[in-house]
């Protein structure tokens, strides 16, 4: 505490006047001694010991003992006579000397004698002091506020100077020890530490944290903070980093108090004090931290209760964080900017409008939702504005991430359409794929083109094959397989457009540089078989032995169609054939042996028994792709599937008919035909492999999700090659499942 010259001290009440000065007690036991200044006197007596002896004399006895001063002050002045000899001390003086020898002689504690007003007693100097001093009341007439006037001033002079730290230092100083309920710190105090934290952008964010307990101070104090400072510290407080942090600096959680701040503000004010660019970087940045829910909360309340109408760059930010961490929150945000006023067929022509419905279409592909991608897309091609481009072609481009998920969900599409025999939707998504600049794979044209011809859809199979083959041409797609063209004929085939099917013959030429003769001598072959013409097959499969051509699994299978047409049953030929093959290197399929067993079912004991050596040979060949432990593909699998067992059951049937009918005795035909047809009717594969063939037959299916899809594809375009490579076959007989 400071004081001025004028703190001079004046005499007002004189020792007697006080009534609560204690004459009789001690000074260093009173408690009201004098103080001097802010000091208190203390007074600390030697203590001395003092024998008990007894001393006589004629007249009394006295005692020898300590005594206090007011017993002192009570003895009559031969007392004091006695005590004082008693001790062996002069008894020569006044009663004031007497009873300061006595005091001294008991102890010597500085007293006040009352009787003489002066001290008694071993008294030190400040007893001294204190006793000229009694009765002096000071006065201090200096300003009791002049230390927190001028801490207050140096914090306002340092923040001119931009010195934050050292501001905000003082002002700490200046509310801990010297603001009182009485005397607060000023409006311009706060503001001008708060200007100084402000400086250069909140000093790269360090002075985040003092700018957001100033902005609280104040809102507590009652104090209002204008909208543009809090604004700017709000801003300036979120970065780039972990947790919205610049630096490490900062962040999002000293933003959102700062944003409660304003907002308890507004409570009070009732009016606007944050903007719509604070809320909308609040927002993008809890949404980069991970914050998907506050960070649409927030933007419901932008919209919902504040009015404003973020803009899609907002959306799409928050968006886009959300299709990496939560999908299903993207459908959320696309909501809230519906709800704002946006539409979704209009957005797509600005760049942030295309960026929200990538995030879209990134999450529709994560939640397995291929129906919601492309109405995405869909919406992105009506947008205007995009000339020369189109707007579902930005938004597949607009990122990897975005092109791969519309690549997935196209592929999906077309396969769940090619699943359900929608051939024109199959079409139609492969035409979207090319015109959103995504290139189709070879499996995605081999199972739409497949898809075409197995709807017998012959025109327009061919027509995707020539595209293929224009592309191709172009360097832009790899060259149609061999076996897309012999789908391609094959549907033309069955149609019977012979145009279509000369005119295939000749890209084919053209593009595999072949004349393509085994193919033109099954589509012989497969018109005879037709006909049920047996000789007419054999002939055409001389011819191409003659010629050096090697006819395929397809010729000789076709061949043995012919022996299997209703009505034309020759169980006999098929059988040669079946030999035929074997001798020529070729192994007969499933297809074959089914064809063989079809031949059979003319209800004769001999057919029966030529049924039962076939499925023996049938049984070998599959026993040997049991050991194997994997899976072939479609034109050299033997594994019987559910024709193959509807088959047994027949011949079964029919065996059991010829010796009812007595053409065999029952028992010899269970012993010797009969086996061999009920161990393919009870054959289930998953039993006959053991554990390491089975994961192998399933590694070779594909190592992970994405493998597998392809090779289910893959699987079901085969079967349906398989199904019109043998169409002649099927036709007669019904050799598989379509």
């Known amino acids: 505490m400071r004081y001025s010259l004028a703190a001079l001290a004046v005499v007002s009440i004189s020792l007697r006047e006080s009534s609560a000065f204690n004459y009789y007690q001690p000074l260093n036991q009173r408690s009201d001694r004098i103080g001097v200044v802010s000091s208190r006197v203390g007074v600390t007596a030697p203590s001395q010991d003092v024998a008990a002896d007894v001393v006589t004399d ?14 002192i002050s009570n003895l009559s002045y031969r007392d004091l006579q006695k005590h004082i000899k008693a001790r062996d001390l002069s008894v020569v003086g006044t009663t004031a000397v007497l009873r300061e020898r006595l005091h001294l002689a008991c102890g010597g504690e500085c007293v006040v004698d009352e009787a003489y007003d002066k001290l008694l007693g071993d008294c030190s100097e400040g007893d001294k002091v204190a006793f000229e001093m009694k009765g002096v009341e000071f006065i201090d007439v200096s300003d009791p506020d002049f230390d ?9 002079d340092e923040s001119v100077r931009n010195h934050w730290k050292s501001a905000t230092r003082k002002l700490k100083k200046l509310k801990k020890q010297y603001e009182t309920p009485d005397r607060t710190i000023s409006e311009e105090v706060y503001l001008a530490a708060l200007d100084a934290c402000m400086d250069s952008r909140l000093s ?6 003092p700018a957001r307990r100033i902005m609280e101070d104040m809102i507590d104090t009652g104090y209002s903070i204008p909208s543009d400072k809090v604004n700017y510290c709000i801003l300036n407080s979120l970065g780039d980093g972990p947790d919205g942090t610049h630096d490490g600096f900062g962040g999002i959680d000293c933003a ?4 409660a701040v304003g907002e308890q503000q507004e409570s009070k004010s009732g009016t606007t004090v944050i903007s719509e660019e604070t809320y909308a970087r609040v927002a993008t940045v809890l949404s980069n931290v ?29 968006a886009i964080s959300a299709a990496k961490i939560d999908p299903p929150k993207v459908m959320n945000v696309l909501a809230l900017c519906k709800a704002s006023g946006y539409e979704l067929d209009n957005i797509a022509s600005t760049i942030d409008g295309r960026s929200l419905l990538a995030a879209g279409v990134v999450a529709a592909e994560s939640m397995d939702n291929p129906a919601l991608g492309l109405r995405l897309l869909a919406a992105a091609q009506k947008a205007s504005g995009c000339e020369p481009d189109r707007g579902d072609d930005l938004v597949c481009s607009s990122s990897s991430t975005a092109q791969r998920a519309a690549m997935l969900i196209h592929k999906k599409s077309i396969r769940k359409a090619i699943e359900e025999g ?97 193919i033109t001598f099954n589509i012989a072959l497969k018109r005879l078989a037709r006909l049920g013409n047996v000789s007419g097959c054999e ?60 031949s059979c079912l003319d209800g004769k004991l001999e057919s029966s028994a030529l049924a039962s050596k076939i499925a023996s040979e049938m049984l070998v060949d599959i026993n040997q792709q049991v050991q194997e432990g994997k899976k072939r593909d479609t034109f050299t699998n033997v594994i019987p599937d559910n024709f193959t067992k509807r088959l047994c059951k027949q011949l079964v049937k029919q065996l059991r008919d010829n010796w009812r009918n007595g053409d065999i005795d029952m028992r010899v035909a269970k012993a010797t035909i ?5 161990q393919l009717l009870d054959f289930d594969f998953l039993k006959s492999v053991d554990e390491a063939a089975k994961k192998a037959f399933a590694e070779n299916v594909g190592d992970n999700a994405d493998d597998a899809e392809e090779a289910e594809t893959d699987a079901a375009t085969e079967r349906d090659e398989l199904e019109l490579e043998y169409s002649a076959v099927i036709s007669n007989h019904r050799t598989a499942e379509v």
Not at 58 to 71: F, Q, S
Not at 579 to 586: A, F, G, L, P
Not at 674 to 678: A, N, S, Y
């Open 58 to 71: 004629d007249d009394n006895v006295v005692t020898v003992e300590d005594l206090d001063w007011k017993d």
């Open 148 to 156: 927190f006037k001028e801490l207050s001033q140096e914090i306002i």
């Open 204 to 209: 790269g964010a360090r002075a985040a944290i």
């Open 256 to 259: 959102l108090a700062m944003t």
């Open 290 to 318: 991970g914050e998907i829910d506050e960070s649409t909360a927030l933007l419901k309340k932008m919209i919902a209760e504040k009015s404003f109408t973020p803009t899609l760059g907002v959306f799409a930010d928050v």
């Open 422 to 518: 929608e051939w024109r939707l199959a079409v139609r998504l492969m035409e979207r794929m090319m015109e959103r600049s995504l290139k189709p794979s070879l499996a995605v044209w081999k199972s739409v083109v497949t898809c075409c011809g197995k709807s017998q859809k012959s025109r327009r199979a061919t027509a995707l094959l020539l595209d293929w083959v224009k592309l191709s041409e172009a360097g832009e797609l790899a060259t149609p397989p061999l076996e897309i063209f012999n789908t391609v004929l094959n549907a033309c085939e069955i149609c019977d457009e012979q145009d279509l099917t000369l005119l295939v013959l000749e890209s084919m030429k053209k593009t595999h540089e072949t004349d393509g003769t085994i």
């Open 539 to 598: 002939g055409i499969i001389i011819g191409m032995l003659q010629q050096g051509i090697e006819p395929s699994v397809v010729s000789y299978t076709t061949a043995i169609a012919a022996c299997a047409v209703e009505g034309k049953k020759n169980p006999e030929y098929a059988y040669e054939w079946v030999k035929r093959m074997r001798s020529r290197n070729v192994r007969p399929n499933l297809v074959s042996y089914n064809t063989a067993l079809a």
């Open 674 to 678: 009969r086996g061999p047809l009920l």
